[in-house]
């Protein structure tokens, strides 16, 4: 079965520096997506970036980016320029690319703090 | 376009009562998604349904816990004889019909936060 550890439990950054959380996962599969989730006080779960396990390049999506090692088994995001409204639960989570299997798999999840 | 709706947001029930979670998902979404998230844990995937159709539910408890995604109208988690331990968010994703197996992002709900008395 597929695991996913975020082995930061709390980080902090000062408010428009740079901040990146780590992820890493367990899998035998090669074909896989991997995405990263932010849940912030209101507990909505948000889409913050996906990256495709065939894909060479490392996704972006504005000031979220990741750094996708596929042999090392790592998905680490980047956040520039930190801004009080990323303070937030992130979660990494995996899911199969195999037919049929949909469901995430979940990192326990790293609390990031903003400071002004 | 609304994104997934879940009600109630919040339910208290006393142990031994059951529990009704609804999820609404997007429009054009047929796959439904019912994860659980315990205080200061992950969420962990419970069940897996298309319309009338219960795909995975390898998550799911054995005992007291129930899912159906209905051809017209919401998905329902049902939770029977409710225990302190099924005190939990409880959160329902949806996504689009695969199209030729292209992968598709799970968009989440607000939650429920179900606390047992």
């Known amino acids: 079965a597929q695991t996913v550890t975020q082995s930061q439990p709390e980080m902090s950054v000062q408010e428009a520096e740079t901040v990146t959380l780590s992820c890493t996962y367990d899998t035998s599969e090669s074909d896989y997506y991997l995405f990263w989730y932010k849940q912030p006080p209101s507990r909505q779960m948000i889409l913050v970036i996906r990256?495709?396990?065939?894909?060479?390049q490392n996704a972006t999506e504005n000031r979220f980016s990741v750094n996708f090692q596929k042999a090392a088994k790592s998905f680490s995001l980047k956040i520039s320029d930190s801004q009080l409204g990323d303070a937030a639960m992130y979660f990494c989570a995996y899911r199969s690319a195999a037919g049929g299997a949909q469901k995430l798999v979940f990192g326990q999840g790293t609390r990031l703090t903003i400071n002004p | 376009n609304a994104g997934v709706m879940q009600n109630p947001r919040h339910l208290v029930r006393r142990r031994g009562q059951e529990a009704r979670l609804r999820c609404s998902p997007m429009k054009g979404h047929s796959h439904v998604y019912w994860y659980r998230q315990l205080p200061e844990e992950g969420l962990k995937f419970m069940v897996y349904?298309?319309?009338?159709?219960?795909?995975?539910e390898s998550g799911m408890p054995k005992e007291r816990f129930s899912a159906e995604f209905p051809k017209e109208g919401p998905s329902i988690l049902r939770i029977q004889q409710v225990v302190r331990g099924d005190s939990a968010a409880y959160f329902c994703a949806s996504s689009p019909r695969l199209i030729g197996g292209a992968e598709e992002t799970q968009y989440f709900g607000p939650g429920t936060r179900l606390l047992v008395l």
């Open positions: 349904l298309q319309k009338e159709n219960i795909i995975d």
């Open positions: 990256q495709e396990a065939y894909k060479q």
